[in-house]
């Protein structure tokens, strides 16, 4: 159907508001990341399977749906009950045919699958706005994440959605709109911070056709996975966002780069591109306005360094994804050498809703200078491992400890690392610190594009230097050499600290090499490679000079400078014996185990395996 | 080449536009569809796009996501971005590699296995994660790897 004016839209919003309610009862099963590496997509069809066979009032088969990522992938897989909310975790397939039987038909709430407090463990929660994790969160970007089912775009219409593009190709010129998102404050998701408004304003200005309108889902930071879940989970918030964005530059064509590791990402991206086809929000005359503007998915290659902004254009035209110096910006000449808008999923994903709401009511959250909500994935070693999105300006304590619920048991807190390759470790007394881009790049780390991986004290910090350093060595495109050469030296002298071979002498040499890569290199890949390194010895020195000077490693992770021992709380279990890859571990059941220090390589698999803790670290 | 072989490369090129800027998406379903670049096809893509062969290997060399050797029937990846790495992926690594007597990135001599390490695959609240082909097992303990692997 062709929605071609604000009425058929409202029209089309009052029926699948209807349809969406006509099925009282909703069975809705997270499909995210986490819940999928859960098994979930088993749950839905079980639930298919069973609603198919057992016939139960109010409840048909479509009402079983599936949703992107929910948020809470720790208690994962999550099935959620509405209108009521009751929030399961860990649901497995055995339970499904129970929360028929009861939840369904007899609207009794299964306790053993509920939330439960941590702190009182009688606590159970049904209803999930009631959990810390959901209660201190604000959605924004994440609205219909977990909300809706990411293939049908009657539900994506039903909670609102493209009206506010009806809005903006009805009734508003493409000044108004910049003027709208420059004054809301708005600026990018993917890193760097720059003002969105600002950036659509400069491309809008130049005089040359045509411009390109480009979507980075490219997401390389490692431990970051916001972007997948909105493109998963809500795509057509993105498309919408970049319509509008399109409208507001004058561009007719538009991509989206989605990495290939997010087979599904790509699909459903794809899939939201025929439905707004179909539905004329792409395409030729949009909502009658004279408007036209169409978008293509291009999947990534792989390469951490095509997240960056003109080594992406370069993978686009199809070459390789080398960066190029920025004396023009690509604002100016970007893709194929014309005008090109590129921001983030997140970014594109808030436009819609700071046009449907105003500027004010967005420039209104947050901080001052870094307005709006920001959503992090929060993972490493913390409770409640998940996607969550929070207000501009709250603390790392906040996100870490009210909604993280902080480390697991018998832990404790080392660091945060946040910004990816390109961040930095903060430890304890910055966790106070406001969540913002400024805040956070005045103390050597940034915000980067909202990933944040707790650090406990089983986490060596000179081996999470030497692993970022590896990661961009590994990736480096080494089209300059401060990046290819320099990199690879300062992760040589990472790795020789962690061997217990380097002196004092090595860390001035690193922090030298440091600011000739930072100052030399030509794209920020290289810039600011040095930060997990250069952040990691201004907050935890202490830990490099136990490495050089003591020859030990505190937390227990650098092979050469530890030994495992096995104590007497040795059950003689064999758990140990059978993952030994060298063999060094030898013994009889019910009998002392032994460790052959010549044989041992220091993996620590048999740690991981020991339930008794029966493995010492020496 | 094979006869079917051939026809599934012409496949290829019959759904996707002949200029160079297609290069990547074609290398892309090449790879799916061989599950590697075999040397043939490289050329063949080179003739009809229009491109340097030079410049088809240099991007086939450059993304993680081309491999120029025959991969195995069953993909073994181990997730290696930072929840995955502090959470013990190594130790994933280590049982793996002594299992199957492989390395990161080698595939067994009868084409069953191939391991590989990939930089997050965005399930990073499940970490340590283990994809065997298509199938993502999330909070992996490093003596349960070597048997999810071989179940396929
Ligand atoms: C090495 C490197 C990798 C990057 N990776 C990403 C990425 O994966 N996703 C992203 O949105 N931006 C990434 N960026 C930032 C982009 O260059 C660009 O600033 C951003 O996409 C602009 O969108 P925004 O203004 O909406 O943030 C990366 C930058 C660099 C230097
Ligand atoms: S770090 Fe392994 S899935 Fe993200």
Request: charged share 25%; hydrophobic share 35%.
């Amino acid at each position: 159907m062709v929605i071609d004016s604000i009425d058929k839209l409202k029209k089309m919003q009052d029926d699948a508001c209807q349809k969406l309610d006509r099925q009282k009862k909703k069975v809705l099963i997270c499909l995210g990341p986490g819940c999928l590496a859960g098994g979930s997509d088993q749950l839905l069809s079980e639930f298919r399977k069973v609603l198919k066979q057992k016939k139960v009032k109010g409840v048909t088969v479509e009402a079983v749906k599936q949703v992107g990522c929910h948020g809470f992938c720790a208690r994962g897989p999550l099935v959620i009950i509405e209108p009521e909310r009751i929030f399961y975790t860990k649901v497995k397939k055995a339970h499904v045919k129970d929360i028929v039987a009861k939840t369904l038909v007899n609207g009794e709430i299964i306790e053993k699958l509920l939330y439960t407090d941590p702190d009182d463990h009688a606590k159970k929660m049904a209803d999930y706005q009631e959990i810390p994790f959901y209660k201190n969160q604000q959605r924004i970007s994440l609205r219909n994440c977990g909300q809706i089912d990411p293939d049908r775009i009657d539900d994506y219409i039903a909670m609102g959605g493209y009206s506010a593009l009806g809005k903006v190709l009805t009734r508003m010129k493409p000044a108004k709109v910049l003027d709208e998102v420059s004054k809301s404050g708005l600026r990018g998701r993917g890193g760097g911070g720059f003002s969105t408004g600002r950036k659509w304003a400069t491309c809008a200005k130049i005089d040359d056709e045509p411009r390109y309108v480009i979507c980075n889902g490219d997401e390389g930071d490692p431990g970051a996975f916001m972007d997948r879940c909105i493109m998963e989970g809500d795509p057509h918030s993105v498309l919408e966002g970049m319509i509008i964005c399109a409208f507001a530059v004058g561009s007719n064509y538009g991509y989206i780069y989605v990495r290939e590791e997010y087979p599904l990402a790509v699909i459903n991206m794809q899939k939201a591109i025929e439905a707004a086809r179909e539905h004329n929000f792409l395409g030729k005359n949009i909502f009658n306005s004279g408007f036209d503007f169409d978008v293509l998915v291009i999947r990534g290659g792989g390469a951490f360094v095509c997240g960056e902004s003109s080594a992406l254009m370069k993978s686009v035209a199809g070459e390789v994804g080398e960066p190029r110096a920025k004396y023009i910006r690509s604002v100016v000449k970007g893709v194929f050498d014309k005008p090109t808008v590129l921001n983030n999923v997140e970014t594109f994903a808030t436009v819609p809703v700071i046009l449907d709401k105003g500027s004010k009511w967005f420039s209104s959250i947050g901080t001052k200078k870094s307005t709006g909500t920001k959503a992090f994935s929060l993972a490493g070693k913390v409770k409640n491992t998940g996607l969550v999105e929070v207000p501009m300006g709250v603390t790392l304590r906040d996100i870490i400890f009210d909604i993280g619920g902080g480390v697991p048991e018998g832990r404790t807190f080392k660091a945060v690392q946040t910004g990816g390759p390109s961040g930095g470790c903060l430890p304890e007394d910055k966790l106070d610190l406001p969540v913002d881009f400024d805040s956070l790049t005045e103390v050597g780390s940034m915000m980067g594009s909202g990933g944040m991986i707790v650090m406990d004290d089983r986490t060596c910090m000179v081996e999470v230097a030497r692993y970022f350093l590896h990661f961009l060595v590994e990736e480096s495109c080494g089209k300059c050499s401060p990046c290819r050469e320099g990199l690879y030296q300062l992760l040589n002298l990472c790795t020789k600290i962690t061997e217990g071979k380097a002196t004092e002498a090595d860390l001035d040499l690193m922090e030298q090499l440091s600011k000739t890569i930072q100052i030399g290199s030509l794209c920020g890949l290289g810039q600011s490679g040095p930060n997990p390194f250069i952040s990691t010895l201004t907050y935890f020195r202490e830990e490099y000079l136990a490495h050089i000077n003591d020859k030990k490693c505190p937390a227990g992770i650098c092979r050469s400078l530890i030994k495992f021992v096995i104590n007497d709380e040795c059950t003689g279990c064999m758990a140990c014996i059978k993952v030994c890859p060298t063999e060094a571990i030898t013994g009889e059941k019910k009998k002392l185990h032994v460790l052959n220090q010549d044989l041992c390589t220091q993996c620590g698999s048999c740690e991981a395996v020991c339930n008794f803790e029966a493995i010492d670290i020496i | 080449m094979t006869t079917a072989e051939k026809t599934k490369l012409k496949k290829i090129f019959d759904r996707n536009p002949k200029n160079p800027q297609a290069l990547i998406t074609v290398l892309q379903d090449i790879q799916k569809e061989f599950r590697y670049l075999p040397c043939d096809a490289m050329s063949e893509a080179a003739k009809q796009l229009g491109v340097p062969l030079s410049k088809v290997f240099s991007a086939s060399t450059f993304y993680n996501a081309f491999s120029l050797k025959p991969r195995g029937e069953t993909i073994i990846r181990i997730c290696q971005g930072t929840a995955c790495h502090i959470n013990g992926a190594d130790l994933m690594v280590e049982q793996l590699e002594t299992e199957l007597n492989l390395k990161v990135g080698e595939t067994s001599t009868d084409l069953k296995f191939t391991i590989e390490v990939v930089n997050c695959v965005g399930a990073c609240a499940m970490a340590p994660v283990l994809i065997v082909n298509e199938t993502y097992h999330g909070n992996v303990r490093c003596d349960r790897a070597v048997g999810l692997a071989k179940k396929g």
